[in-house]
Each structure stands twice: as structure tokens, then as C-alpha cells.
């Protein structure tokens, strides 16, 4: 399914996931893949119009979870609209675009997925979790808050 370079990065994300945890005070949003498995609950502060922590607890295949972990150090400290342009960059490469390297850094990695397509819903799990959670804490009657 992928060269082995590729193969290495989504092995060494999946085995040595970055950022896992829940943040106290954070917005919360549990998600699944249920065809595939997969599981997530993301943990999100959002500091103004900035991302400034996502963990995550997750479980199911190495694509789903080692997704995660790129995506949670890809996303912190950006805006809400610089997360939305990776996330299009990134839905773009799994849609067999040629990816823009410099801008996705690890997530290349996971350009072979463009070639199951019953796959593409375990790559952007996460992705689609944190814009559930962007848009609960963009209404007025969520707290939101930084989670210092
Ligand atoms: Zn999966």
C-alpha cells in the first residue's frame, strides 16, 4: 500500500503517537470510523481565533491513529482558517492531487491512501472530529475556553 519510506513515518506515528491525553477545560468531541473501527476522543483549547492544544485518545488502525498524531502537531498554533487550508491541502493529496510536500510535512506519508478509497474516512477521522469541535466553540453558548 506504500513505499517504504512512508510506511516508516505512519509505522513511527502509529507505535509513538504524539499528543495523547485529554486537556482539563478543553472542548471534548468523541468521533468513529465504525466500518473500519476506529475510535477517537479529541481534546481541543482554542484561544481566540488560534488552536493552541489538541490531544487525543484514539484507537483502531495505523492509519486512522498515526493520522492523528500528525495532525495534532500539524494544527497547533495555527488559525482556524490556516487549519482549514491544510486540512483542503490534505483531502486534495487523499483525492489523488500531488501533494504540496512543503505545507504537509509527515502527512505525505499518507498519499497512498488515495488508492482505497474506502480508506480516505480513516485519514480524515481526526480532521473531521476537530472541525466538529471548531464549530461547537465557535457558538456563544459553549464556553471555549484556552485551557490556560
Ligand atoms: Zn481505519
Not at 484561544?47 to 488502525?61: I, K, M, P, S, Y
Not at 493529496?93 to 500531488?98: I, K, R, V
Not at 466538529?132 to 465557535?138: I, V
Request: aromatic share 6%.
Amino acid at each position: 500500500m506504500f513505499a517504504d519510506l512512508y510506511q516508516q513515518i505512519i509505522l513511527e506515528h502509529y507505535r509513538h503517537p504524539q499528543n495523547v491525553g485529554v486537556v482539563d477545560g478543553s472542548l471534548q468531541v468523541r468521533n468513529e470510523h465504525p466500518s473500519c473501527g476506529d475510535k477517537v476522543l479529541l481534546s481541543v483549547c482554542v484561544d481566540g481565533d488560534t488552536v493552541r492544544e489538541v490531544r487525543f485518545l484514539g484507537e483502531g488502525c495505523s492509519i486512522s491513529q498515526a493520522s492523528l498524531s500528525m495532525m495534532t502537531e500539524a494544527v497547533k498554533g495555527l488559525s482556524v482558517d490556516e487549519v482549514r487550508g491544510l486540512y483542503e491541502k490534505f483531502r486534495e493529496m487523499l483525492h489523488g492531487h500531488e501533494p504540496d510536500e512543503d505545507a504537509l510535512g509527515d502527512m505525505v506519508s499518507l498519499q497512498g491512501v488515495s488508492r482505497f478509497p474506502a480508506r480516505v474516512p480513516c485519514a480524515t477521522l481526526g480532521w473531521e472530529t476537530l472541525f466538529r469541535a471548531l464549530a461547537l466553540e465557535s457558538h456563544e453558548d459553549n464556553p471555549g475556553q484556552p485551557c490556560e
